[in-house]
C-alpha cells in the first residue's frame, strides 16, 4: 500500500506564500556594494541639483504691497500679483530645499533621520512612524523634480532639469543595484561592483529610456492640445465645434493620466526588469505597466508591506548607526576628556542631531585639534552615508523583489529565472595538434594516418 501522506517539512514558505520574500529586503540590501552605490548617487544627485539651484534661484522675492482703498480693477490687479508672488515663492522654497546635501538636512527643517528616534514624540507624522517617511524619502526625492515643474512656469525649467539629472544619475546607480538585487533574489548568487556597473553600462539607454518615452508621450499630447487651444482662441465662432468634440481632450487627458500614473508607480520596475531580463526599453516599459495596471491591488499590497517593513528596518537602523556613534564618543571620552572630544565632533553631520547630540557646542578647535576634527568629520559623513546609502539601497532591493513578484503573478514565470552572461567563447576555436614523434607514432602511439591516393589511369 503506498504511503499519501503529506509532508510539510519538504513544502517552502516562499512558495506557499510567496510575499515573504519582501522579508528578505533588509538582508539583500544591507549589502556593502549597494551601500556604496546608493551613497554615490545620493550625493552626486544633491551635487547636480545644488548647482542648478544656485544658477535659478536668484533672490528671494517680495510681496507686493496693497493700495490703500483698493477697488475693482485695482484690487484685481492687486490679486493677480498676489497669486503671481505666491508661486514664485513656492518656486523660491522648493529651490532652496533642493540645494543642502543629505548630511545637512537639520538646516532645512525637515531632518527625517532625526524625527525617527525623537523622544518628543515628533516620530510620528499624523499617526505614522516617521521611518516610514525615511523609507520613502528616496522616492520623495525621485519624484521632487517633477512636482517642482508644476510650481508655476518659473520653475518649469529648473524642474526639468532636474529630473533630467536625476534619471542621469540613477540611470547607472539604481541600475546597478537592481542588477546586483536581481542575481541575490532569484539565485542567492553574487555580482561583483565592476560587473554590474558593466552590464547597466551596456545598458544605459535603454535603463534611461524606459522613463523618458512616456514623458515624451504625454509632452506630444500636451502640445496637440495647446496647438487645438491656439485656434480656438484666433478663430471666432468655432467654440460650437469645440463644444462638441471635446471628448477628444477629455480622451486625451484620460491617456495622459493612465500614462502619468504608469510612470510614477512603474518607473523602478523597469529598472527591475531590464536588470532582470537583460531587456530593452520598450518590453521595460510594457512589463512594468502592464504589471502595475493588471494586478493594481497586488502592487498596492507588495509596497505597503515593504513600507512597513522598511519602518522597522530603519528605526533599527538608525538607533544602530546613534549606538556605534556614541559608544565611540563614551569610550574614548574616558581617557581623553569629555570637553576636548567634543572639540573633535564639530565637523560631523547634523543631520540626525548628530552634531548637537554631544552637547553644549564647544569653542572651535585650533591647531592640530583642528586637523583632527576634520579627519574625525570625514569618518562621521561616511559613516552617515551609508545610512543615506542604506536607504536607497533598500528601495531598490524592494522594488527588486516586487517586481519578481508580479512578474510570477501575471506571467508565471518563477523565481529563479534571471539572465546571467556567460562567458564569450573563443572566436576561432581550433582543434589541438597531433604531435608526431620521430619513431614515426602519432602522440596516442598509433601509426600515423596518410591518405590514400588512387594511382593514374593509363591511357
Known amino acids: 500500500m503506498t504511503d499519501d501522506r503529506f509532508d510539510l517539512r ?14 528578505r529586503g533588509f538582508r539583500i540590501a544591507l549589502d556593502l556594494k549597494k551601500l556604496a552605490l546608493g551613497a554615490a548617487g545620493a550625493v552626486l544627485m544633491a ?5 542648478i539651484a544656485l544658477w535659478f534661484i536668484g533672490e528671494r522675492p517680495t510681496a507686493p504691497e496693497k ?50 528616534l525623537d523622544p518628543s514624540g515628533k516620530g510620528w507624522r499624523g499617526g505614522i512612524p516617521a521611518s516610514a517617511f525615511l523609507t520613502l524619502e528616496p522616492i520623495r526625492r525621485l519624484l521632487f523634480p517633477a512636482g517642482l515643474t508644476l510650481r508655476g512656469p518659473w520653475a518649469a525649467i529648473p524642474g526639468t532639469l532636474l529630473m533630467a539629472w536625476t534619471l542621469l544619475v540613477w540611470s547607472l546607480f539604481g541600475g546597478a543595484i537592481t542588477r546586483i538585487s536581481a542575481v541575490q533574489v532569484a539565485r542567492d548568487g553574487h555580482v561583483g561592483l565592476g560587473e554590474a556597473l558593466t552590464f547597466v553600462i551596456r545598458r544605459y539607454l535603454s535603463y534611461l529610456g524606459a522613463p523618458v518615452f512616456p514623458f515624451l508621450g504625454v509632452v506630444f499630447i500636451v502640445i496637440l492640445c495647446a496647438i487645438a487651444g491656439f485656434i480656438l482662441s484666433i478663430i471666432p465662432g468655432i467654440d460650437v465645434l469645440a463644444g462638441i468634440i471635446w471628448f477628444l481632450p477629455l ?20 529598472f527591475a526588469a531590464i536588470s532582470a531580463e537583460a531587456t530593452e526599453s520598450f518590453d521595460s516599459l510594457s512589463r512594468s505597466y502592464s504589471y502595475v495596471l493588471t494586478r493594481p491591488w497586488h502592487y498596492l499590497f507588495y509596497s505597503v508591506l515593504a513600507i512597513l517593513y522598511g519602518a522597522i528596518v530603519m528605526v533599527f537602523v538608525t538607533a544602530f548607526s546613534y549606538a556605534v556613534l556614541h559608544m565611540s564618543q563614551y569610550s574614548v571620552a574616558w581617557g581623553g576628556g569629555e570637553t576636548e572630544l567634543r572639540q573633535l565632533y564639530a565637523y560631523v553631520p547634523l543631520a540626525g542631531g548628530w552634531r548637537e547630540s554631544f552637547g553644549p557646542e564647544a569653542d572651535s578647535p585650533t591647531g592640530t585639534t583642528y586637523v583632527s576634527a576634520l579627519f574625525v568629520g570625514l569618518w562621521a559623513h561616511v559613516f552617515f552615508l551609508g545610512i543615506v546609502g542604506f536607504a536607497y539601497s533598500y528601495f531598490w532591493s524592494q522594488s527588486t523583489i516586487i517586481y519578481f513578484l508580479l512578474r510570477r503573478d501575471v506571467d508565471e514565470t518563477e523565481f529563479e529565472e534571471v539572465f546571467i552572461e556567460e562567458e564569450d567563447d573563443e572566436p576561432f576555436p581550433t582543434a589541438p595538434p597531433t604531435l608526431t614523434d620521430p619513431s614515426g607514432k602519432d602522440d596516442k602511439g598509433g601509426d600515423p594516418s596518410l591518405p590514400i591516393v588512387d594511382p593514374p589511369q593509363g591511357s
Not at 47 to 51: C, H, M, P, R
Request: hydrophobic share 45%; net charge negative; charged share 20%.
Open 47 to 51: 551635487f547636480g541639483w545644488s548647482f
Open 67 to 116: 493700495p490703500e482703498g483698493a477697488t475693482g480693477d485695482q484690487l484685481s490687479h492687486y490679486e493677480l500679483e498676489q497669486l503671481e508672488y505666491q508661486e514664485r515663492l513656492n518656486s523660491y522654497n522648493a529651490l532652496e530645499e533642493s540645494r543642502y546635501m543629505p548630511w545637512d538636512q537639520a538646516e532645512r527643517g525637515t531632518d527625517v533621520y532625526r524625527s525617527v
Open 251 to 270: 480622451a486625451a487627458g484620460f491617456v495622459m493620466t493612465i500614462m502619468l500614473f504608469g510612470l510614477v508607480l512603474g518607473w523602478p520596475l523597469m
Open 10 to 23: 519538504n513544502v517552502e514558505l516562499r512558495e506557499v506564500i510567496p510575499w515573504v520574500h519582501l522579508f
